[in-house]
Each structure stands twice: as C-alpha cells, then as structure tokens.
C-alpha cells in the first residue's frame, strides 16, 4: 500500500529547502547555533524596543500593546538556552565571550532570571498599571545588562 | 520625591545599547522589519529541521521533543506578519517579493494558513502518534512551500 505521506515527499523538500536559510545548508553546527541565538536575541529587541520607549515617555503608553510584547518576550526568552551548545564559541563570529562555557552555571542562572523577570513582567503588565510595570520592566532591562556585561563581548559601533 | 524608576536610566541605557543589535540604531525601519522577519524565519527553521528529520526517518522520533518543537512553531508563526510592514520592501536585502504588499490578501491568507496549521501540528504532536503528526507537518510543510512559491524570490544557493 502507498503511504500517502511518502508520496508529500515533494512538500517535504520545498520545506528543506525554502523554510530554512539557504546559508544553513553549509553552516556548521556552531555556526547554526549562532546564527539561532542572534536571531532569538533581535526578536526579543524588536519586543523591547517599543516597551522601552513607552517607559522612558518617548512613545505613548498602549497597555494592550505593551502586553502583547512583554508576553511576546517572556516566551522567546526561554529559547535562549539552546543556542549556546557546547563548541558553540566560534571566534569572530559570536559576541558570546569563552566565559558563557567556562563559567556555565553563572550564564544559566543569569539566563534563567532572564525567564523569571520577563515572565513576572509579562504578568505585571496585564495590569495596565504602568507604574507597577516600569519596575518589573527595570528588573528585566538590569538582568539583560549584566549577563551582557559579564558574558558579551564590547561591541564596537 | 525622587521616582525610583528614573534612578534606574543606567539600567535602561544599557538595555537599549545592549538588547538591541547594535546595527539597529543604524537601520531604517525596513530594514528593522526584514531583519526581524528573516530572525523569525531563522528560529521557524532550527525548530522545523529536527521534525522534518523525525517525520523522514533521519532521526529517531522523539515524541517530547518533537511536540516541543512543533509548540515553537506555532508561537513563532504568529510573529511573522507584523515584520512585513508597508514599505518595508528594499529591493536586493529582501527574498520577499513585491507581491507579498500588491497581492496582500492572499499573502496574509497563507500566513493565517501556517498559523492554524502549525497550531493543529503542535496539538497533535501531543498525541504522540507519529502516524498522525506526519499528515499534519505535511500540511504545514506544503504551506511553507506554496507561500515560498508565491511571495519568495527563488533563492540561488
């Protein structure tokens, strides 16, 4: 009997194909990995730029919209992890310094407050309340700037 | 008084150097929105490329996995509209094409497709029935195919 799936074999390439990156096909696992946790990471700053901007008063306040982001950023944020396997540091390719291996228990607890704040804001903001949530968003901005410091390299520009 | 929030610009002025890709500051809005588009595609694909090797026989099914994955997708796909914005064409750093703005309706069609396929492919991965999630990513396959066909320049390598 013909499985009908065996016959999507079609479907099953284009999907190879087209939903991946053409790049990936050449990249190596490490390269892969980095190229996953950059993209996990500009997903979160698409997020948390507009929720930057209400807090600091530079764009208006949308408590559903603020919501919907921080929402959007408690889930990406427990994404993060996979992307740092081990033999994952590529040098020159990655701003992750050798420390995020080598100091490993320090990066997760780092990264799990990451998940903890984002989802505790995520919660805060369903309140509407923006006062409550500037602190809950701080909490989270502070998390974001230590992990950097201690585990990212100076970016240059 | 002095808020406890403003004394926390620090915290924020790191947030914003440092959660963001520092080319951000940099890029137009389209060019915010297309690389925002293509990091959501890029973590579609690291979590379609393990269950396209389970569904193919390339690698042992492993049905926890594999229904985590499948949830991933259905989070991510709901995050793709919103990086095609109007005027968020630049010809030459863009796969998409024209038509994904002049031919709107159908462009946001399959997209409602792969988010409701995705959607039913996460909630039978739970079954744990291999036999019954085929079918389902090859539906969610045979979106990703014929969206690519339709709104994708083809791409050369």
Redesign the interface.
Known sequence: MRN??LG?S???A???G???????A?QSPAE?AI??R?????????N??PM?AA??GKAPYDPAAFAYHAN?VA?LAS?LLEGFPYNSYVAGKTHAKPEVWSNRAAFEDLLKKLESRSATLAEVAKSGDLEKI??AF?D???T??DC??QF?EK???
């Open positions: 009908h799936w999507s079609v479907a099953l284009a999907l190879a087209l939903c991946a990156s053409a790049a990936a050449t892969q190229e996953y950059h993209s996990v990471y500009h997903v979160i700053a698409w948390v730029t930057a807090v600091r959007r889930l994404m500037k602190p701080n989270l901005a502070q974001c700037a950097h410091k990212r970016l240059e520009d």
